[in-house]
């Protein structure tokens, strides 16, 4: 079992940034690609970033790649999304969760995630 507790959410104004992080704990010695995720009203949960477990390979999705930047600290088993020039679209729930694979990739299918955590809430005002 791997818990996984985000914190950094919050209410920004269109164009600020903000810095998410996720604490994983438990089983953490075995292999997990990380991953970001987020939910906004009405609509499906979505993948945002994914690290693998080494962070050499990393995956964003279209909308907010050169705004955003996905990290991991082995050592501190956290995974960090740095999130800047936010927009209103951007809003939701994020949620970290990780992966557990055989090798060294990224995982963008949500249904490949084994672990989650409660989600954070993320504002972004016009």
Known sequence: QVQLVESGGGLVQAGGSLRLSCAASGRT?????????????????EIVASISR????????????????????????????????LKPEDTGVYYCAAAETSWDSFVYVRDRYDYWGQGTQVTVSS
């Open 29 to 45: 010695e075995r292999s997990y690609c990380l991953g970001w995720f987020r939910q906004a009203p009405g609509k499906e949960r």
């Open 54 to 85: 080494s962070g050499t390979h990393t995956y964003y999705t279209d909308s907010v790649k050169a705004r955003f930047t996905v990290s991991r600290d082995n050592a501190k088993n956290t995974v960090n999304l740095e999130m800047n020039n």
